[in-house]
């Protein structure tokens, strides 16, 4: 799928948990359903780190641009070491290491730990990533159309007032680790959604997804998981825009209606 869908599947999908949680009895404060869904949308693009034509590649200029390099010669290195007897080498890594639920176990995980260890300004920065990606996928046509510079001020200052509120007593930093220290733990939740939710939408496309990495499906370990063939289209098509979008929005609506209480 392509960046806009992407970004609004992963939206989608904390609001969803959102939603979850309060038919569990649990419910999320408003500011943890606003902050996770937009790291969530953030996160849902960082898979493609492994391509430089993704719109995650264009996020923060130069340095989002290099790391993109970085990412697909690791990827199509970890791919050629790793590849089974059914599968060709590669020389390029897009859908490969960054695609699997490993990488988002990964990359959760260290967020998670950078969040209870870093302080405030780890927590800021973090928020800062996932507000820029977050605009960039949320609100693409007029972030193409405006400058790198105001769509990082904007993460930041958002970054910075949702610091600020969730540090509030009662505003939900707290919500799942109230242990001291432990507040921010829960950070790293949205991550590995968003990145699982971007492999499960790229599993819908022609080419499929290798979730499932390292196991070994039909002698492939980087065996590409999908619906049906016939059931498949090609990233960016009219059933994508015109008919999976609005399916993420609804139900982001709905879901979030139902997180807040609005809706039982």
């Known amino acids: ?17 959102g939603a979850g949680a309060a038919a569990l009895d649990r419910p999320m404060p408003w500011p943890v359903l606003v902050v996770g869904a937009l790291i ?4 849902a693009l960082a898979p493609d780190l492994d391509t430089k034509s993704a719109t995650i590649s264009r996020a923060f200029g130069p340095v989002s641009r290099a ?14 070491a790793t590849r089974g007897k059914g599968e060709r080498k590669r020389s390029g890594g897009h859908r490969t290491l960054t695609h699997t639920w490993l990488w988002a ?7 998670s730990a950078a969040a209870v260890t870093g302080g405030r300004w780890a927590v800021l920065v973090i928020l800062f990533i996932h507000m820029v990606l977050a605009v960039e996928g949320l609100l693409w046509r007029m972030a193409r159309v405006s400058s790198d510079v105001l769509v990082w001020l904007l993460g930041a200052t958002t970054a910075w007032i949702l610091a600020g509120v ?15 220290g432990l507040e ?9 959604l968003g990145a699982m939710v971007h492999n499960i939408g790229d599993a819908l496309t022609v080419s499929g997804c290798p979730v499932l990495w390292p196991l070994s499906i039909k002698r492939k370990r980087w065996y590409p998981l999908g619906t049906p063939r016939f059931m498949r289209f090609r990233a960016g098509a009219w ?20 997180a807040l209480g609005i809706v039982g």
Do not use: R
């Open 105 to 111: 176990v990964l990359v959760g995980a260290g967020f």
């Open 67 to 80: 790391l993109c390099g970085i990412i697909d010669k690791l990827s199509t290195a970890v791919f050629n």
């Open 1 to 17: 799928m392509m960046g806009p869908a992407h970004s609004l599947s992963g939206a989608a999908a904390w609001l969803g948990v």
């Open 40 to 43: 969530c949308s953030g996160a």
């Open 166 to 180: 969730l540090d509030q007593p009662g505003k939900g930093a707290d919500w799942l680790f109230p242990g001291q």
């Open 239 to 258: 059933v994508e825009m015109n008919v999976l979008m609005p399916a993420f929005g609804l139900a982001g609506v709905a879901s979030g209606l139902i």
């Open 184 to 192: 921010y733990l829960w950070l790293g939740l949205p991550i590995v």
